[in-house]
């Protein structure tokens, strides 16, 4: 069985950092991309980030102070969130691609399995 859990959210203030956990059980991760998505109170969901063999993409809102990344062995991917501002405030989750994507990894219905979110909240 597929499942995906996202962990590490958390109240911050504004210009610190948190760590996203993403672990994923059923699968392999190098086999599948594997996307970070948020979602705002009364906004619509917004990709963040997205990372498969040897590529990674970010929204251009976080790009410079966010970082992908994956541990193989642990099959956890990660979101490095620096520099974090009030406007991140949202709830985090992350979701595996049904297929190997590049343009379209903004997209929630290239996504199969998604993951509980993980509420992040920045303010002083």
């Known amino acids: 069985e597929v499942q995906l859990q996202a962990s590490g959210g958390g109240l911050v203030q504004p210009g610190g950092s948190l760590r996203l956990s993403c672990a994923a059980s059923?699968?392999?991760?190098?086999?599948?991309?594997i996307g970070w998505f948020r979602q705002a109170p009364g906004k619509e969901r917004e990709g963040v980030s997205y990372?498969?063999?040897?590529?990674?993409f970010y929204a251009d809102s976080v790009k410079g102070r966010f970082t992908i990344s994956r541990d193989n062995a642990k099959n956890t991917v990660y979101l490095q969130m620096n520099s974090l501002k009030p406007e991140d405030t949202a709830v985090y989750s992350c979701?595996?691609?049904?297929?190997?994507?590049?343009?379209?990894?903004?997209?929630?219905?290239?996504?199969?399995?998604w993951g509980q979110g993980t509420l992040v909240t920045v303010s002083s």
């Open positions: 979701a595996r691609a049904s297929r190997l994507l590049s343009s379209l990894w903004r997209a929630p219905p290239n996504y199969a399995y």
């Open positions: 059923g699968f392999a991760l190098d086999d599948y991309g």
């Open positions: 990372i498969n063999v040897g590529r990674k």
